[in-house]
């Protein structure tokens, strides 16, 4: 029952005036950020991180994670009303959702994406109450060895699990965790890969790189294509959205398998996108109307939902726990903890209570608010992408740019955006995952010093990877997510072998 | 990176290129890895341990990658006919109001932005753009400037109104 009186405490901190408006700034601004195109969860947590720099830590983390489940929500609003998914995790709620909304659902598919977003936050964030003393508890236990291990997990879960091709994700990774030793080094003092110029010295700033990759590159994307925009216009009255409750517990199976699917990816690095997609597959898979999935079933709706925001919000407990992340935003904010001078991992829990029970109390209310207001303000929201792309672009190049300025007022800075945005753009075009590099950059550092103080520990001997089974395991288990790709190839050829031989 | 330029390169020379991109990149730090100790110190791994591993896998990843594009990779247009030029458009004059935010501070170099965006690209009327190019700016400037304390790039202009 400890958790429980802390909960309680947290609470306390979460139900103040000023942290309950900060919630609803947050899930607005967050709802906006989701539905413009090239202002996805993670860009908009960077372009708000230096407006926290000055608020207590409890507060700023109330306002990204409050508008991380604006964003997630307005994602699913386009996805449903356009077909043009605003959030990477949204894109398997267009399947449906969009079939729905020109059959003329549009309200009851909203209310039902709406209300799952909000049933899978709540298992999400449930799960966390639960378990997070234990989980750090058991991560006191770790020693740098049992560190790098955890990170090396979750860059090989990325190229095993991720969905992408595993070698584009591991030049992603790769070149994420590069620009992670710019600067100084922080054990010998060193000055790496600066070739002399003064502006590297302070290494890359991975907020700029997120605006530039995700937000200006995304924003190039979207000039790259034509297609012409045909929304679906909605309002959400009080009454669909009643019945659309009442007819919840028809999809109890679909809720509770989805719920499950998206807490699992969120705690384990898969992320939310990786979580929509797989709630869904395995939906259409064991659903009683499987042949009608993709022409509006609203169990395709509900599935995806349910996942991508149990994801979300479960993804918030490695990160603070351990201090991985499990999603590009949470890793987005991961960086933001450091910047406001927090370490993350489990003496978080203990140094800083206040701060972690704050932010679980807050994800019980904002995730509450986020529903209420999205529902209200769907209409006026909508309305925001009947603006023609031609000159909303620009609008948001400028709040993308003004963004880069301000992580440290530095014209150079604005420079490397852009320059990420082309490389963002180029990835786009050829499916490179983007999420790991920043993932990457976020963890370089950290997991160069857990490397290097096992060594030192070891006197650069590997084995201290298995010296313990505790840390033996998570290496082993991370090696085998790596060979994955390699073993599913080798046994589908060995599958296929012995089926032509028995043929 | 074929593709951005003319439109001729196909899919497969724009993977190409950008695994060999990548591999390019993985032999600067490499590079700039061997300028430090990449072996044992006396403080464990030297400074440039970590990175020199890294870049090497890296290297060898997009060589892999680009190899395998070259043997087997998918003919096809990377992007479809105009479309190199709608990117350029917008990333031309985005790269000059880039440039000229630290020298001219973010104001007017945004409102020019946006009058040549909203005029040049988007094709609205006068009015639309004279809207947009001053009510954006000056929008930016209540929220940051006057609200939340968070200055914007400043340049000449602004020195002269004596807004600092």
Known sequence: MEGLAALLHGFEVALTAYHIGLMVVGVLIGILVGVLPGLGAPNGVALLMPLTFFMPPVSAIILLSSMYWGALLGGSTTSILFNIPGEPSSVATTFDGHPMAKQGKAAEALSLAFLCSGFGALVGVITITIVADDIADFALRFSPAEYFAVYLLAFCAFIGMGGSDPLKTAVSLLVGLSLATIGMDTVSGEMRLTFGQDQLVRGISFLVAVIGLFGIGELLSTADETEKVEGIRARVRLAAVLRTLAEMPRYTVALVRSAAIGVWMGLTPGGPTAASFMSYGVARRFSKRRENFGKGEPEGVVSPETSDHAAGVSALLPMLALGVPGSATAAVMLGGLMIWGLQPGPMLFQDKPDFVWGLIASMYVANLVAVVLVLATVPIFASVMRVPIGLLAPMIMAICISGAWMVSSNGFDVLLAIGFGVVGYMMKKLDYPIAPMVLAMVLGDKSEDAFRQSMLMSRGDLTIFWSNWLVGSITTLALLLLAWPVLSWLLRSRAQDSRRIAE | ?164
Do not use: C, N
């Open chain 2, 1 to 164: 990176m074929s593709g951005l330029k003319g439109g001729l390169g196909g899919r497969r020379t724009a993977e190409v290129g950008m695994a060999l991109a990548a591999a390019g990149f993985g032999a600067v730090v490499v590079f700039g890895a061997l300028q430090h100790d990449t072996g044992w110190g006396p403080t464990g791994p030297g400074a440039g341990y970590f990175p020199f591993r890294i870049g090497l896998l890296l290297i060898g990843v997009a060589a892999l990658l680009a190899l395998r594009q070259v043997l087997a990779g998918v003919p096809g247009r990377f992007s479809e006919p105009g479309a190199p030029r709608r990117v350029a458009a917008l990333l031309v004059p985005t790269l000059v109001f880039g440039a000229a935010m630290a020298p001219l501070g973010a104001y007017v170099p945004m409102m020019l932005y946006l009058l040549w965006m909203a005029r040049r690209t988007a094709r609205a009327g006068w009015a639309l753009s004279f809207l947009i190019a001053l009510a954006m700016p000056a929008g930016f400037f209540l929220l940051f400037e006057v609200w939340l304390g968070v200055p914007l790039a400043k340049g000449p202009l602004e020195e002269a109104l004596g807004i600092y």
